[in-house]
């Protein structure tokens, strides 16, 4: 695709930028700069108490009783998975249209990640693939939250309960980095599983002003054993010794005051989100284009706004030439990736492919102006493919 020609986020101009930030943080500014002189005058920047009160509050609003700030979401993952006992050698299940992220945390821990295809409405996990894929090898299983909907986690836990064995019950947990705010039935994600892996990188509907992670869960074993691991493995009681091989991931002092700002604004922000998914529901009519759906057990924190079409790339050329930015996640389905060039995943990653050539992101966020929501409208409802020339 050529490069456009207005930079995205030229101010006043006519682009339609895919985020941003700059008008983010312009609302709050007061609020994070007051937040970041705290943190400098008290003198303290890592494992301080900005840390122990976000770590509290974030808990308190998933719903989970415990939460550990940590780097980023990625080593959450890989932290999460490692406290629920993964091991190398053993299998953990995780979608095969996913964030690479997702997988490479199960092969950090020298584990091997089995590919589960999605539900071709929801695009989250299929349970009902989910069942061949758990093995007497399966430690755990990674349903992602993708694009802020909830996976359906009862009938994910149903299989993977069904499937418990001398070995044990695979433990289940959660990637929800983009799942900030999302609901699932009565429940918030992130409360769904035996843990959960949160990302704060800045494009997240919770972002911090660099990178970031958490790790929530009920199982205070799980939390107590993320909290050392986070910490070069040391005990709360005995720090300079290294009881686990752990790692340094943690989540600074600035960070975590900054987050605080940012959570006290999340349900407002994710409440622009859902109006502005539903002006493009109610008012995109072009019969080319495939909107996204939520279930009636689901509401979506609306991190990504994706329509699915056969003329993906067309509508990618059409949407630039009117002046509105497109991303594509994802483009290539994490098996298919050099990475695990020489695995074999138990079960092909057909649906993902076929995601990965059809989907396109369109802008949607809290700072998007009415102006700006109806030139996307006007842009994808003007949209005429050229059949036959995909
Ligand atoms: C589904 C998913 N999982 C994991 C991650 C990794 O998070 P981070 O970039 O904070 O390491 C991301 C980040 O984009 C993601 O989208």
Not at 10 to 34: C, K, N, S, T
Request: glycine share 8%; with cysteine.
């Amino acid at each position: 695709m050529s490069a456009p020609s207005v930079p995205d986020t030229q101010p006043g101009g006519r682009r339609v930028a895919f985020v941003d930030l700059v008008r983010a943080h312009a609302e709050l500014r007061a609020q994070i700069d007051e937040a970041v002189a705290r943190v400098i005058t008290r003198g303290r920047f890592v494992l301080g108490e900005e840390l122990e009160a976000f770590e509290s509050e974030f808990a308190s609003y998933v719903g989970s009783r415990h939460c550990v700030g940590v780097a980023n979401g990625t080593e959450a993952l890989v932290l999460a998975l490692g406290a629920a006992g993964v091991a190398a050698g053993d299998e953990v299940v995780v979608p095969t249209n996913t964030c690479s992220p997702t997988w490479l945390a199960v092969s950090a821990l020298g584990a091997v990640p089995v590919g589960v295809e999605p539900d071709p409405d929801t695009y989250t996990m299929d349970p009902s693939r989910l069942r061949a894929a758990l093995g007497a090898r399966t430690a755990a299983v990674v349903p992602v939250h993708l694009y802020g909907l909830a996976a359906d986690m009862d009938a994910i836990r149903a299989a993977v309960e069904d499937s418990a064995s001398g070995s044990g019950t695979p433990r289940l947990v959660e990637d929800a980095a983009q799942a900030h705010g999302t609901r699932y039935r009565s429940r918030r994600a992130g409360s769904l599983g035996d843990a959960a892996a949160w990302s704060f990188y800045p494009t997240k509907n919770l972002g911090a002003l660099g990178d970031g992670g958490a790790v929530t869960t009920d199982d205070e074993d799980l939390a107590r054993r993320v909290r050392s691991l986070r910490n070069y493995g040391w005990g709360e009681a005995d720090p300079y010794v290294s009881r686990t091989r752990g790692m340094n991931s943690r989540l600074d002092e600035i960070q975590a005051a900054i987050l605080r700002v940012k959570l006290g604004r999340l349900e407002e922000w994710n409440a622009r989100r859902a109006a502005i998914a539903d002006a493009y529901i109610s008012r995109i009519s072009n019969p080319a284009l495939r909107l996204p759906r939520e279930p009636a057990w689901a509401r979506s924190s609306w991190h990504l706004f994706v329509l699915r079409s056969p003329w993906r790339d067309q509508l990618r050329e059409h949407m630039d030439r009117l002046g509105v930015a497109t991303l594509v996640h994802y483009p290539v389905p994490p098996a298919d990736q050099p990475a695990y060039a020489d695995d074999s995943p138990s079960e092909g990653s057909e649906l993902a492919r076929q995601l990965g050539s059809e989907v396109l992101s369109v802008p949607l966020h809290p700072h998007l102006s009415a102006a700006e929501v109806d030139q996307v409208v006007d842009a994808l409802n003007s949209f005429e493919p050229v059949r036959g020339d995909r």
